[in-house]
């Protein structure tokens, strides 16, 4: 083999290294939520078995997205067990009256407009269908920000060459049109788009 | 080793060809793009609660019912009202980024005096001034709005004129208002009685009168049928996409509309399809046929097959006395299915088409298109949302945009029945704008205000009892139990329409009126100013052109 040839295919791996290691590392900063919550454990303490209960659809249909502070207070209102995340929730947003700050892994660019209500009403889709087994989730999933565009890795998934994605990953406007291929559903620009 | 500069060239390139096969460029390329539109100076909707108002589109005098979805007070989206009677669910393209055009780059932001940057103060200091020296005339756009009381109230007061620019909806209807003495703002097309239209190019597919009212009709009456409920019969130069859309298409030369309409007159008269009429036509069916380019049977033929179908209707685009003149003969005018009134009102508006002398300023409304120029040497004090030119007058005086402004909305030009809406102002203003009648108001508060105006209109259509609401539910206005509970509906973007004009309707035509100019013919010669659009409006236009099949136009 010539030298050139070993020069050549260095840089080829030097470049493989730096793009599929190197670079999704850089890519993203890894951010905590500012509370641990766990689906599980609301689930089986509190008995809440559907996921419409906090995460409700307004009158007009329209999705409410996180539940409000004051849905926490009707059951935290004061501490339950002795655990950090419930201290910080007490004390840094039910009593002072603030909103939690949570970091949003499915926030789109303000162009888009997506209806939950035509998705589960309508057309009749699980929720775990595009959130997979996260309402049963017992730990926090780390928020990973893309520092360039600002919005969270969800929205390109979780596998940097979008090859072999499960059905719930990645909310790429490639993704909602493959969906809804799969599902024979045609919707002009203005569906999702305003 | 030593490394040479050849070893750093093959690496590189090494590295470059590698870096194909990894996400870096793609998704780096993916990043960018969503982060130049999250640029600082690219406005963004607010975050906040998100809900639905219901109102109505100011962007033409047709009033179109407006679904308005709105996060963190702000207007995000667009959407037709199926309920409204008026508009039936649709928007013009225009209309479905109408939210869009209050943040367009060419948006008037300052009060300009010859183009340079000036102030409300001077500019009100200025009108008094003029006001006080010589006549004024004020412009409008859209008659019968509580503004254009204010406006017309000033200019009497002042001495001055009222003025209206007017649609060609409504200038196609001017010369009935000749004829029989109705006004055409008080007069319709009643083409939900009628079985047969001759449209001498009026593009009634393309974008004629309101947006929801023709493409509606022609889908519920004619559209995949053999034997169209509705007939449409299309005279038109070129295969335009109502013309591809008729029952019946005639390829007639350009500006010959006149004489298609004299050659069908004559037609009908020679084989006795219509009574005898003292108003004859000098052209021959001959010379009807040279300047049309069609044979004279087929004019005879049209003539037999138009009949054959009544209610019959002719349509022009445009002033056109003869098309007028034919709706005449064929009895059209006063008749189910043809011209109707719409209202009793009498009162005529003098129109703007001429030039405006001896006055010493003259207001234009921001109702009145951007294209329009006021012919007179008068100090022009131009209201407007959109800078579309400095040339088009000495002062230019930011307007509200869109659904910036509480205002009323009364019948669509060429509607048959009167109607009466009420768009509330649904957007923030950023910056200081003023309509013409508040700017006029602030000189005279004797002008009235478009709020009491509004208010007293309510009042009356109360007392009236007559006509139905359609809002959330269709309330009789026998109902209704307050004025208060009339403008609730209103202000929450129900509409009024009222019930079917009994007033008579009648023409006389003494003589075939002279061939006027064809309004089709464009003047090449003026500069092409670039319509003001959002950038939904463009995207929509591109895909309007791609729908194929009929089903899909609507």
């Not at chain 2, 034997?227 to 019946?248: E, K, N, Y």
């Not at chain 2, 049977?297 to 054959?308: G, K, N, P, W």
Request: net charge neutral; proline share 7%; glycine share 8%.
């Amino acid at each position: 083999m010539s030298r050139n040839t070993l020069v050549f295919a260095f840089g080829v791996s030097f470049a493989l290294c730096v793009g599929w290691i190197v670079f999704p590392r850089a890519l993203y900063v890894q951010k905590r939520q500012p509370l641990t919550f766990l689906h599980k454990t609301h689930a089986e303490k509190s008995g809440i078995a559907d996921c419409g209960e906090c995460h409700t659809l307004r009158a007009d249909g329209s999705f409410a997205g996180l539940p409000a502070m004051e849905k926490c207070t009707g059951c935290h209102s004061e501490k339950i067990g002795d655990s950090q995340a419930e201290a910080t929730l007490v004390n840094n947003y039910i009593k002072p009256g603030t909103e939690t700050p949570w970091l949003v892994y499915s926030r789109q660019p303000a162009n888009v407009w997506f209806s939950h209500a035509i998705h589960v009403k309508l057309a009749g889709l699980a929720c775990s269908e595009c959130h997979s087994t996260y309402g049963e989730s017992d730990q926090v999933r780390t928020y990973e920000l893309n520092r360039i565009s600002g919005y969270s890795r969800d929205i390109w998934g979780h596998s940097m060459s979008r090859l072999r994605r499960a059905p719930h990953e990645g909310m790429k406007m490639s993704d909602c049109e493959s969906c809804h291929q799969r599902h024979q559903v045609e919707v002009g620009c203005l569906g999702c788009h305003e | 080793m030593k490394v040479t500069r050849r070893d750093l060239l093959v690496w590189s390139a090494g590295a470059a060809a590698g870096l194909v096969v990894t996400p870096v460029p793609w998704k780096i390329l993916d990043d960018v793009s969503i982060w130049s539109q999250n640029w600082p100076w690219i406005p963004q909707p607010a975050k906040g609660p998100v809900e639905v108002k219901q109102s109505a589109c100011t962007l033409c005098p047709n009033g179109c019912g407006l679904r308005v979805r709105m996060a963190g007070g702000c207007p995000v989206g667009l959407s037709g009202v199926n309920t409204n009677p008026v508009s039936r669910g649709a928007l013009c393209p225009l209309g479905f980024g109408a939210h869009q055009l209050n943040w367009h780059p060419r948006r008037l932001r300052n009060v300009k005096h010859r183009g340079n940057i000036s102030s409300w103060s001077e500019a009100s200091a200025a009108f008094a001034k003029a006001a006080r020296e010589g006549p004024i005339v004020i412009v409008d756009g859209h008659p019968g709005r509580s503004a254009s009381s204010v406006l017309e109230n000033f200019a009497e007061k002042w001495g001055g004129g009222y003025r209206v620019a007017m649609g060609p909806e409504t200038r196609s209807l001017a010369p009935y208002e000749l004829w029989s003495g109705v006004p055409a703002t008080s007069l319709g097309y009643d083409l939900e009685n009628t079985q047969t239209i001759v449209s001498f190019g009026a593009p009634l597919l393309d974008g004629w009168g309101i947006p929801g009212r023709f493409p509606r009709l022609w889908a519920e009456r004619a559209a995949s049928m053999n034997d169209p409920q509705l007939r449409i019969v299309q005279a038109d130069p070129s295969l335009s996409r109502t013309a591809a859309r008729a029952w019946q298409w005639l390829q007639v030369r350009e500006g010959s509309e006149s004489a298609l309409a004299a050659g069908l007159v004559r037609a009908l008269l020679e084989q006795n399809l219509v009574p005898a009429h003292g108003a004859i036509p000098l052209a021959t069916i001959s010379e009807a046929a040279n300047e049309t380019g069609l044979s004279a049977d087929r004019i005879r033929e049209l003539a037999r097959t138009i009949v054959a179908k009544p209610p019959v209707l002719a349509v022009s685009p445009d002033f056109n006395p003869a098309v007028a003149a034919l709706n005449v003969v064929l009895g059209a005018v006063g008749a189910r299915g043809g011209i109707v009134r719409s209202s009793d009102r009498t009162k005529k508006y003098s129109s703007v088409a001429g030039a405006i002398s001896n006055v010493r300023a003259v207001v234009i409304d921001s109702s009145v298109p951007w294209d329009f120029a006021a012919k007179s040497d008068a100090e022009v004090f131009r209201f407007a949302a959109w800078d579309g030119g400095s040339s088009k007058g000495d002062w230019l005086l930011p307007a509200p945009g869109f659904l910036e402004e509480s205002t009323d909305i009364s019948t669509p030009p060429a509607y048959p029945v009167e109607t009466y809406a009420v768009a509330a102002n649904l957007a923030k203003p950023t910056f200081e704008v003023q309509t013409a009648a508040r700017f006029l108001a602030n000189l005279d508060a004797s002008a009235g205000t478009p709020e009491t105006i509004l208010h007293s209109r309510c009042e009356q259509l109360f007392r009236s009892r007559s006509g139905t609401l359609y809002g959330q539910t269709i309330t009789p206005m026998t109902e209704i139990a307050s004025t208060q509970e009339l403008e609730k509906h209103l202000w929450d973007g129900a509409v009024w329409v009222g019930e079917r004009c009994s007033a008579k309707l009648a023409c006389e035509l003494k003589e075939w009126p002279s061939a006027s100019p064809s309004s089709r013919a464009g003047n090449w010669t003026q500069p092409w100013l670039a319509p003001v659009l959002p950038p939904l409006a463009s995207k929509l236009y591109i895909e309007s052109n791609l729908r194929g099949t009929p089903g899909r136009t609507v």
